[in-house]
Every structure is written in structure tokens, then in C-alpha cells.
């Protein structure tokens, strides 16, 4: 049992208040492996970037609590020792969907939840959403709540209802005012996974509704909008994959443009899974296929490593967060 205090870690709230007066996002960067890990704080080191690390119920359980946790803590002291400075690193809960998840990961040194109750009916949802306010709020704990749906599947098809609708801007008041959470997912067109959206007939993509994310904006103004599903699949790793054994059907994330666009408006946290699997996966294939004599698997750990620094440090740009420790 550990509190996050301890850890050295930090909630989301001054993290939020700060992107939001500066017009940036903070990164929210699932990991599912230690080279992921690394990779991510290598990137948050150079760039002096604020970081959010998502770890959903499931990598929770796999690598256990008391792994996790160390695991964040040796992020925290990673960036101090190499001479960054303090750079604000939260350990976040993503997708928590039951009041266990998320009491669970409060006492094992998370310092922020999501709690997704975005598939329930309204009420339902704001009261599961104050619940878990309530008991992360007396340990100084940030909570994240959801209102809308996004399609696609989360790693557990936990999100798999293949339907979406977008957020209704006139219940987002209420949903915040009566839940007490810190920040609220909403839904305007993106989507998890590897197939974001429908091109327009002449080929085009078609933008978010920025128009609801300006509606949001003005009825709630100060208040930090999370993104989720937003990766823009980076076709260079989708050709990996493909050229070396796998076989993904079309891909189509977010463009960049429009991730850059949104963090310059009240969404303070980007939520990025997708890219760093198919990166991570892409380069493994790549490397065991021209290492058919391998007999240890750093002979990929080890160089997937500074691949994935790279595209870290290229989201980090994208949302502007560098020099925001
Ligand atoms: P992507 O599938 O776009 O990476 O979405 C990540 C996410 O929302 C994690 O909660
Ligand atoms: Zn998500």
C-alpha cells in the first residue's frame, strides 16, 4: 500500500491549470512494457514535458501493484537524477469502469482515476463518477469522468459496442457540477483503435466537432476536456507490420493537425495507446525478422527503445507541452 505522495508523483490539477491558461495539452501515454516505459520517459526528460502515465485495470493486474507502483516511482526519480529538474509525473488509472478498480488503484499509488461510466444511463453514471470522487477526493486524488461514447475497442473490448455518439454540451454542467470530478473525457469523433473515422466521399477526412468542443468550452470555462482515441496511426508502422509478417486491413487515425488544434483549446489531457503498440510491434517484427539467429530478446528491446523516444518526442510536439515541466 502506498499513497502517491510517497512515490513522488502528482495529481493532474496544477498540471491542467497551467495547460490550460498556456493553450497545451499534457500527454497521456498508455505503456504495456518496460521498453515502452522508458522510451516515454526518455522523451519527457528531453523535452522537459509534463506526463501522465495510463495504465489501465488490466496492467494493473498483470504486473501487479506493488510493480506498478515501483515501476512510476523509478520514472519520478529517473527525471529528477538526470538533471531535468522536477518534471510532474501522474499515474493514471485508464478506463477504470467499477468503484473496486479505482479505490483499488487510489490505495496502490495512483494519483489520478478515470472512472468511465460514459456506457450507463445519465444518473447512473453521475452517481458511480461522485462515488469514487468522494473517496479519491479526501486522499488528494484527481478523477476523471467520461459523458458521451467513442466507438472502437480498449485492450479488454471493454469499449467494443461499436456505436458512438457524441457529447451533449447541455449536460455537461450538471454531469460536473453534481459528480465533483476534475476533468471530463468527451466524445467528438475520435475514436480507439486503428480506425478513427469514415473518409469523406472525395477522400478527405473529416474534422472533429470542434464546434461541440467550443460549446463545452464556453459552458464550462477553465475546465480541463480529456481526449481519448487519439492516435494518428502512423502509416510508417502500419507498412512495417505488414512488410514483415503482419496483416493490419486500412488504418486511419487522427491528423496531427487536428490533435494540435484541440490542445490548443480546452483539452488539457491527449490519450495516446494505439501508436505505441503498433510502433513498439513494428519495430519487434522488423528486428526479429532481420535477426533469424536471435536467441535473446534484447536483441530487440534494445532498439525499439530510441524508436519509440522518437515518436514520443513527436507527440509531445504535437501537443506542445515541451518546456512545461
Ligand atoms: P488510441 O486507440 O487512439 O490510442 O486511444 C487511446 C485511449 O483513449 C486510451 O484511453
Ligand atoms: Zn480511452
Known amino acids: 500500500m502506498y499513497t502517491y505522495k510517497e512515490l513522488g508523483l502528482s495529481n493532474t490539477r496544477t498540471m491542467f491549470e497551467r495547460a490550460y491558461k498556456e493553450g497545451y495539452a499534457v500527454p497521456a501515454l498508455n505503456f504495456v512494457s518496460i521498453e515502452q516505459f522508458n522510451a516515454i520517459i526518455d522523451a519527457c526528460e528531453e523535452k522537459r514535458s509534463p506526463v501522465i502515465l495510463l495504465a489501465s485495470p488490466n496492467l494493473h493486474r498483470q504486473l501487479g501493484a506493488e510493480m506498478l507502483a515501483r515501476v512510476a516511482q523509478a520514472g519520478v526519480d529517473r527525471l529528477k537524477h538526470e538533471g531535468a529538474g522536477e518534471v510532474p509525473v501522474s499515474l493514471h488509472l485508464d478506463h477504470g469502469m467499477t468503484y473496486e478498480h479505482c479505490a483499488h488503484a487510489i490505495e496502490t499509488g495512483f494519483s489520478s482515476v478515470m472512472i468511465d461510466g460514459s456506457a450507463l444511463p445519465f444518473e447512473e453514471n453521475i452517481a458511480l463518477a461522485r462515488k469514487v470522487v468522494e473517496y479519491a477526493h479526501e486522499r488528494n486524488v484527481s478523477v476523471e469522468g467520461e459523458l458521451g461514447v467513442l466507438s472502437g475497442a480498449e485492450e479488454d473490448g471493454a469499449h467494443d459496442g461499436g456505436y458512438s455518439h457524441y457529447t451533449d454540451p447541455k449536460m455537461v454542467e450538471e454531469f460536473v457540477s453534481r459528480t465533483g470530478v476534475d476533468s471530463l473525457a468527451i466524445s467528438i469523433g475520435t475514436s480507439h483503435g486503428l480506425v478513427k473515422m469514415k473518409p469523406n466521399h472525395d477522400g478527405t477526412l473529416p474534422e472533429l466537432r470542434f464546434d461541440i468542443l467550443a460549446d463545452i468550452q464556453k459552458r464550462l470555462p477553465g475546465f480541463p476536456i480529456v481526449l481519448h482515441g487519439a492516435s494518428t496511426i ?28 484541440a490542445a490548443k483549446m480546452a483539452v488539457c489531457k491527449v490519450n495516446i495507446a494505439s501508436d505505441g503498440w503498433i510502433g513498439a510491434l513494428a519495430l519487434t517484427r522488423k528486428i526479429l525478422a532481420e535477426n533469424p539467429g536471435a536467441i535473446d530478446s534484447r536483441v530487440f528491446t534494445l532498439k525499439v527503445r530510441p524508436e519509440l523516444k522518437d515518436l514520443y518526442l513527436h507527440k509531445i510536439d504535437i501537443m506542445g507541452s515541451a518546456n512545461k515541466a
Not at 512488410?243 to 487536428?258: A, M, N, R, S, W
Open 234 to 261: 502512423l502509416p510508417k508502422y502500419v507498412e512495417m507490420i505488414n512488410q514483415f509478417g503482419g496483416k493490419l486491413d486500412e488504418t486511419i487515425g487522427i491528423p496531427e493537425d487536428q490533435v494540435a488544434k
